[in-house]
């Protein structure tokens, strides 16, 4: 059975990296079929695409977070990691990581919360 | 990018119908998916690909697109229908794109 797991620092400091981790179970992160994908939602907006993976290896990234974004992936783990650098307080979001099948959003993880702030 | 614009909120009393709708630039040429969210709680697929229900979803949810618009119908509202509704597209070109709406609070009065 598919589970997705989020993991990384909760607090993270202005200007710093943040860094998550998502541990996929039950499917290979390598299989063309899928993509995985980073979504946040900062306290009381809407969800926003951040990053999405495919085959471990190609990247796409939200226009908007392009410059501070970068996704990568250990696929002998079946992890798969996001970065976002030079963090404001905008930036202070629940992050969810996500398979996506055909753009379908069809699985999530739990999320977790990442607060910016010094 | 593309744009979904989504109703803020939404009001309906207990049995009646609900309806939520999403607009884009001809939306009816892409593909819909809403998803349903709960406070503290992850989104969850209720409706994929314009109008196809997921296992456990209740008949009472249905989708339609066409044109500019796409629609979620609830019908027979439960009060457990209280929720954020977001539809979402995929732009599946050489640099692909995963598009949300803004969201709708539905309220069950």
């Known amino acids: 059975q598919l589970q997705l797991q989020e993991s990384g620092p909760r607090l993270v400091k202005p200007s710093e990296t943040l860094s998550l981790t998502c541990t996929v179970s039950g499917v290979s992160i390598t299989s063309s079929t899928y993509h995985w994908a980073w979504i946040r939602q900062s306290p009381g907006k809407g969800l926003e695409w951040v990053g999405s993976?495919?085959?471990?290896?190609?990247?796409y990234y939200s226009p908007s977070l392009r410059s501070r974004v970068a996704m990568s992936a250990v696929t002998s783990k079946k992890q798969f990691s996001l970065r976002l650098s030079s963090v404001t307080a905008a930036d202070t979001a629940v992050y969810y990581c996500?398979?996506?099948?055909?753009?379908?959003?069809?699985?999530w993880g739990q999320g977790v919360l990442v607060t910016v702030s010094s | 990018s593309y744009v979904l614009t989504q109703s803020p909120s939404v009001s309906v009393a207990p049995g009646k119908t609900a309806t939520i709708t999403c607009g884009g630039d001809n939306l009816g040429h892409y593909s819909v998916h809403w998803y349903q969210q709960k406070p503290g709680q992850a989104p969850v697929v209720v409706i994929d690909?314009?109008?196809n229900r997921p296992a456990g979803i209740p008949e009472r949810f249905s989708g339609s697109n066409s044109g500019d618009t796409a629609t979620l119908t609830i019908n027979r509202v439960e009060v457990g229908d209280e929720a954020d509704y977001y539809c979402q597209v995929w732009e599946s070109g050489s640099d692909r794109l995963w598009v949300f709406g803004g969201g709708t609070k539905l309220t069950v009065l």
């Open positions: 690909h314009d109008n």
């Open positions: 993976l495919h085959r471990g290896e190609t990247t």
């Open positions: 996500a398979r996506s099948y055909g753009g379908l959003l069809d699985s």
